[in-house]
């Protein structure tokens, strides 16, 4: 860790993850990320031809929150727009500010089946509620 990463938290890791519709890839879907901790924050992507999409990590800064022992809990979602209509794939309650601790230190790269039931997982330390499941 150097002098620039003091107070650094990744808020959201890289996520990779392919959209699909009865097993047929979303194509041009818009995406929407949003998390929240030190405020709401939110950015968009779209889905590529075969339903692939990528965020990169986003990162805040706040020297209190990490001088501090102060609880870390950040709200993050995942939304995908089709057909007019803007449905959740997964939520989560990030608790540790490194990067890929959504998935006890895997990167996250998800299938994500829209017809799928959200599931409600506890297997890495924190509540996740996703319709996506691991890519290998």
Same mark, same amino acid.
């Given at each position: 860790? =150097?002098?620039?990463?003091?107070?650094?938290?990744?808020?959201? =890791?890289?996520?990779?993850?392919?959209? %699909?519709?009865?097993?047929?890839?979303?194509?041009?879907?818009?995406? $929407?990320?949003?998390?929240?901790?030190?405020?709401?924050?939110?950015? *968009?992507?779209?889905?590529?031809?075969?339903?692939?999409? %990528?965020?990169?990590?986003?990162?805040?800064?706040?020297?209190?929150?990490?001088?501090?022992? #102060?609880?870390?809990?950040?709200?993050?979602?995942?939304?995908?727009?089709?057909?007019?209509?803007?449905?959740? $794939?997964?939520?989560?309650?990030? *608790?540790?500010?490194?990067?890929?601790?959504?998935?006890?230190?895997?990167?996250?790269?998800?299938?994500?089946?829209?017809?799928?039931?959200?599931?409600?997982?506890?297997?890495?330390? =924190? #509540?996740?509620?996703?319709?996506? %499941?691991?890519?290998?």
């Amino acid at each position: 860790m =150097s002098l620039f990463d003091i107070g650094k938290v990744c808020v959201f =890791s890289e996520f990779k993850a392919r959209v %699909t519709v009865n097993g047929e890839p979303l194509k041009n879907a818009v995406v $929407i990320r949003r998390w929240e901790w030190l405020e709401p924050q939110q950015d *968009r992507t779209t889905t590529d031809e075969n339903g692939y999409f %990528t965020f990169p990590a986003a990162f805040e800064r706040s020297i209190m929150n990490r001088a501090l022992p #102060i609880e870390l809990v950040i709200a993050q979602g995942i939304y995908v727009e089709t057909e007019g209509e803007v449905k959740k $794939i997964w939520s989560n309650s990030k *608790r540790e500010p490194e990067e890929n601790a959504e998935l006890g230190g895997q990167p996250i790269n998800l299938s994500c089946e829209l017809t799928n039931d959200m599931k409600i997982t506890r297997q890495y330390g =924190s #509540i996740m509620n996703t319709l996506c %499941t691991r890519s290998e």
